[in-house]
């Protein structure tokens, strides 16, 4: 049986539309005839304008095919700029931003021939009050956030691939509940320009798709690197099983699925131990969110002390607390972190990949908020890449998945080692 | 004889305003009477609009005193987005740049009751085409750039502070060329949200002032550290006089400068030795432009791609040169300025600061473009804290200085031996 367009995966897409064989036309059309049909459920989208993006798609398919994302269409989280659509940031404070720029990631994508089919849901400012999006697996979860409208996008078939960002937990949990794969690369390898500042060294950008060979051709554009699209591995993955300090907060199917996850990867050949966490280390997850709220009070002065009001009661009270926060302890909470990096790079002199929960477990109903970045803050604190592998499902039928985290630099390895990992926990 | 409320000092001002001896709109009537006589000449200011200056002054006499910059109307380089002025990073593509926020950095400085008189000359995206601003102790020559209008502005007694970045020397070199303290504080200490970004490694948010006192009183808003406001300093200052790499390059006129200081330096009291460079270390100022190439590149992607026909033919050749940079090749770069930075760290266990030129000598003339950012290049690179010291002129009147760079995080103890320093070069 054919499948519908917008089923495809973005390099099955890709291949065809390089190739001529299907034009951005077709596949525009194919995205929105199913965001028509599912967007009054999921809510994925801020700004939808389905003539611009099929003008888009006419341009690509009269033109020259432009690169490796020729006429694929992104979802883009409503907090990078485009100078063609509004971006609100998920606030009424940006009720009327119009950017003339585009920002560096999305710019990279359309230099590669990606076009904007719209852009997605974000919560608040990229923090923590959600937006209207909902878990198209069941509509009465949250699909997570801050990535919530990309996330749920690429889960629902709307578009192959969306980009997404990451202060705390925001790529790797809602790709986590809503089923898809998230990835998150080392800091500082994708140009920020553009993106709304939530906290400075913790800010970063990456991306959803469906499969890991999907989400290392969209990385492959947006960290300029050709490597990230050849992902064949043929050696014995080494992996850390890291049940980390949180464990004891993991509900009963993360734990289940970390536990199977590790059988059946021994069993396909891995080698695969335990990881043992340094003890010094168990406070890292509030530091996190202390280094978080001071640099968010920073970043959103203007919104803090000018427009307020139009704040949610949340966002307030953290960054108030941020703002008080002193400037010595910040950096003394900084050097702590550098220290407990240099520890945990050891970890890779054993590890390919440390493997553990991305959440606590299935997505929570929506009415509970977008759910905990527990186990997401110390690597995105520490800057290490990591991605999430959808596995199973929980006792709701939720998805469940484990959380894969790469040395730093090692982008390439971890999502070779990741797809090798995902192939084998789908086969199951 | 009394001095026109222009010519005050930051500290001064701000504390004769903290205590109701002087008002906002007082200050601001000084500061647009002395722009209205030299602005023809210097032509410092991208956009000025005087009634709404006055306005912010008013509002400011009219409530409490809200921070230590109460009523100080402040110089803001137009690469900073302010949401009650257009903000046009000196380029064509955002003549009808609105922003809807005011960057984090102005936003900081209007929390503690500093008011944005207007925004400043930059040059074309913070990069190296000149914009119209004209050197104020000679107008035949270049302020220096990119942060060309602060500088001048500030050393033209049009404003008593006012905001810069560096990328490369963009700090550093129009307080040298203009004859002002200019100062670049450890990378990341300041929050870049709403900053436009030119190479996102290196862009450092810094400031202007015409004393050390001054600027420490700007720094401790920007970087919310009232330490920066305590600057006494009693012990016996350890400074290494590092020659660099260039020091071939240097004009007669910064090498006698460096000499005499390091005299003047030594009879104050202060341990002077001389400072030795590492061999490997000769190629940093190559790999510093290398990495700038790359980086703003990807940052400039929609510029690059969507805009090339208004930008300057100089910078679409440093876009190109920069997008054919393999990624790999900059990872290794930014490897190699990693390990040459931890060897820069053993300096400051020998000294508290190293002293160095500034620039090559004097600013060049206007026609001859803004100066090479040379002697700036590695520690922006490094992320190392900087400080320009006015001291001396050289052959043309023109100033000529010395920059002090400190140990990272150390920036307390670089303003204060800096202040120190100062000091004794100013007493000669």
Do not use: D
């Given at each position: 049986m054919a499948i519908a367009l917008?089923?495809?995966?973005a390099l099955d897409a890709a291949r065809r539309l390089n190739r001529r064989e299907l034009t951005a036309v077709q596949m525009v059309r194919a995205c929105l005839a199913r965001i028509e049909q599912r967007e009054p459920q999921v809510q994925a989208w801020a700004t939808l304008d389905p003539a611009h993006a099929l003008a888009q798609a006419e341009a690509l398919d009269n033109g020259p095919v432009r690169g490796v994302l020729h006429g694929l269409p992104l979802g883009i989280k409503d907090i990078f700029d485009t100078h063609d659509l509004p971006t609100r940031y998920g606030s009424s404070v940006y009720s009327q931003h119009q950017p003339v720029a585009d920002a560096a990631a999305v710019a990279l994508c359309r230099e590669a021939g990606g076009l904007v089919l719209g852009k997605t849901v974000t919560t608040e400012l990229a923090a923590y009050q959600p937006g209207p999006t909902r878990n198209p697996r069941n509509v009465a979860y949250t699909p997570g956030g801050s990535s919530s409208g990309s996330a749920a996008a690429v889960a629902d078939e709307m578009c192959p691939l969306a980009l997404g960002t990451q202060t705390a937990g925001s790529i790797i949990r809602p790709a986590a509940y809503c089923g898809v794969v998230g990835f998150k690369p080392t800091a500082g390898r994708i140009a920020r320009g553009g993106l709304k500042s939530t906290a400075e060294s913790l800010d970063t950008i990456g991306g959803f798709a469906r499969s890991i060979d999907d989400i290392g051709l969209l990385a492959s554009v947006l960290m300029r690197d050709a490597r990230l699209r050849q992902l064949d591995y043929d050696g014995t993955p080494r992996i850390g099983m890291l049940r980390t300090f949180q464990w004891r907060l993991a509900q009963t199917e993360s734990r289940d699925a970390f536990e199977q996850a590790a059988l059946l990867l021994a069993r396909a050949g891995a080698d695969v131990q335990e990881a043992a966490l340094p003890a010094e280390d168990c406070a890292l997850v509030q530091l996190h969110a202390d280094v978080m709220a001071y640099e968010a009070a920073s970043a959103l002065t203007y919104e803090r002390t000018q427009a307020r009001k139009q704040l949610s009661t949340r966002l307030v009270a953290m960054l108030d607390a941020g703002a008080e926060i002193d400037t010595a302890a910040h950096q003394e909470r900084l050097a702590r972190a550098a220290r407990a990096r240099e520890r945990a790079l050891r970890w890779f002199d054993q590890f390919d990949v440390l493997l553990m929960p991305s959440t606590t477990g299935e997505a929570p109903f929506f009415e509970q908020g977008t759910g905990d970045p527990l186990f997401c803050r110390v690597w995105t604190l520490f800057g290490f890449p990591a991605v999430h592998l959808p596995f199973t499902t929980g006792p709701q039928g939720l998805p469940v998945g484990l959380q894969a985290v790469g040395a730093p630099g090692q982008d390439q390895r971890l999502l070779a080692v990741g797809r090798w990992m995902h192939r084998v926990l789908q086969e199951g």
């Open positions: 917008n089923q495809l995966g």
